[in-house]
């Protein structure tokens, strides 16, 4: 019995082990992923390494999403500088409504890695449609730089995007940076939109004075909370 005990301990652990060391995931269709230890991402592209120490990297045009020490960043198309493109973009809360933020210190290591091949033809987006004038004033990563150049420059601001799927595309919530009438205004109004038939949340977002990610967050939870 003692015995049984002790190899079923070393099974788990060693199942633990496995599932440590291959976290990540790349999801480049349904049911079509990869696995590895996930480097770094600019949102437009991310860099996996492989279990052969190979290092791969997946554009965001050309993939669904990725799962990185447990979060969600999925490929979302967006307007930049008036073209579109996609960008990863990280599932902060699910459910009736998404929030999903940008930006941040997701440091990537950039040495010559090859282009994963992907299939072309992957639906991208979930049928949300475009994002016309969504990211305005967002500079976001893009190309080669050497590890010198982009030390200490990987950190983007914080942008956050409230997305209700059919009721139009997601929409810009300006919480980071200093707090002013036009911003907070702004952001009551967009959660009024897609936080609606709640009379008491409705009551609470109004009598907010100033919104930070904490409590933009805690109304997203709790309406999805009750819209199960």
Known sequence: MKSTKTLLILFVLTLSSIWANAQDVVMISPGNFVRGTIKGTNFSSVILKNDDESLAQYNAKDIKEFV???ETYVSKPIVVKKKMEHRFFKLVEQGVVNLYAIGGNTTAEEPQVKRAKVRPNISIGGGTGGFGG?????????????SEETQGKNVLPVTYFLEKPGTGPMQELPVEGAATAAKTQLIKTVLLQKLNNDE?????????????????????????????
Request: no cysteine; hydrophobic share 40%.
């Open 68 to 70: 990185w020490n447990g």
């Open 134 to 146: 969504v990211g305005g004033g967002i500079t976001f990563g893009g190309g080669r730089r050497s």
């Open 200 to 228: 008491d949340l409705a009551e609470r977002i109004n009598a907010t004075e100033a919104f930070d990610a904490k409590l933009l967050r805690a109304f997203v939870a709790a309406y999805n909370s009750m819209k199960k």
